[in-house]
């Protein structure tokens, strides 16, 4: 990784570090990570016996085991920095954001339109303006709609130092 990648995606990761930290204290702590998926499934009107709700809140865990390697139950920017890269993506946390997509995809039909997407964005912690704005810079064709692959791709992006307009809209 070129020292220019690896700085741009310590920023990026800052700033998906700072969304997370909800109560902005410097730490994630497992109620704040878990409860994303709380978050999304009310703003999707999805209910506890939903399948689509086990496998999200089981993905949440599993992704909240990985990143808190020690067991204390926060996690700190070193800690998530440290952690997060594309192996990471690909494998732990592609999974869970993709589920949390599903739960967001009201209508199953495996993309979003700007509402499920502003809806996903804002329950995860955006502000609603850098949702639509993200929505905006990535449906590029402006069928609006983003499907699931290009909004993943896009968030990994983002986190690995590749550039992502929507992720610079976004964070």
Do not use: H, Q
């Not at 990648?5 to 969304?19: D, G």
């Not at 009310?42 to 909240?64: I, N």
């Not at 699931?148 to 992720?167: E, H, K, N, Q, T």
């Amino acid at each position: 990784m070129s020292r220019t990648t690896a700085t741009a995606a310590t920023a990026a990761r800052r700033r998906v570090f700072a969304m997370m930290d909800a109560d902005g204290d410097g730490v994630v702590s497992a109620r704040e990570y878990l409860s994303r998926v709380d978050r999304t499934v009310r703003a999707a009107g999805r209910t506890e016996d939903d399948p689509l709700v086990v496998v999200a809140r089981a993905e949440g865990r599993k992704v909240w085991a990985e990143m808190d390697a020690d067991g204390d139950g926060k996690l700190t920017f070193d800690e998530y920095d440290a952690w997060a890269g594309a192996g990471t993506f690909d494998n732990v946390c592609r999974p869970v954001l993709g589920s949390l997509f599903d739960l967001a995809d009201t209508d199953g039909d495996g993309a979003l339109d700007k509402a499920e997407f502003t809806a996903l964005r804002t329950a995860l912690n955006n502000p609603p303006g850098n949702a639509a704005a993200a929505f905006d810079a990535l449906d590029t064709d402006g069928d609006g709609r983003v499907g699931r692959d290009a909004y993943l791709a896009s968030i990994r992006a983002f986190v690995i130092g590749d550039g992502s307009p929507m992720g610079e809209s976004l964070y």
